[in-house]
């Protein structure tokens, strides 16, 4: 079996157009949980997506297997349970089925929590159980076990919400 060599970047500027195209197949799975409608052009709309160029606080990530394009992360500092401020979010995550049931996503999540030590939310849809099953796995693995989980019911969100910290600022 060939090994697989997994590449994780911050994706640039010019890289956002290709960002961009991976969103909408983000987009088209992910409307069967959130149940959204493509626009008149025929495409899904990111609200946030040009924020992730302009803002401080705002990571875009493209990730590589083989030097193949295989998915995408978003992380930022905006908390839908309104409390925490100097707290990172995974606010969307994909990866390209072929590269799926590999261990690519969870080699993805542990590079990108460690990029950015201290605290952690990581929210699930409520519909959305595979993502639950993901994460819960990952972020055990990751912290050992020491993370908490609610379940978040407010005006931004509704479903699962795992927290914890790791390394500086924990």
Do not use: C
């Not at 195209?21 to 069967?32: A, D, G």
């Not at 100097?86 to 994909?94: C, G, M, R």
Request: hydrophobic residues 40%; glycine residues 6%.
């Amino acid at each position: 079996m060939e090994e697989l060599r997994i590449k994780l970047e911050k994706a640039t500027v010019e890289q956002r157009p290709l960002l961009g195209r991976l969103m909408q197949l983000y987009l088209y799975e992910f409307s069967e949980f959130d149940n959204a409608d493509i626009n008149k052009n025929g495409l899904y709309e990111y609200e946030y997506f040009d924020h992730y160029w302009r803002e401080k606080d705002r990571f875009p990530f493209l990730f590589y297997v083989n030097d193949k394009i295989a998915g995408f992360v978003l992380v930022n500092s905006h908390s839908p349970d309104n409390k925490e401020r100097n707290t990172k979010s995974i606010a969307e995550f994909f990866v390209m089925p072929k590269y799926r049931k590999k261990n690519i996503g969870k080699n993805i999540a542990f590079r990108i929590f460690d990029m950015f030590p201290g605290k952690w939310q990581v929210f699930e849809m409520e519909s959305n159980i595979a993502a639950q099953k993901f994460w819960r796995k990952v972020i055990a693995e990751y912290t050992d076990g020491d993370f908490e989980e609610i379940l978040l019911e407010n005006d931004s969100w509704r479903g699962p919400m795992q927290t914890f910290s790791k390394g500086e600022g924990a």
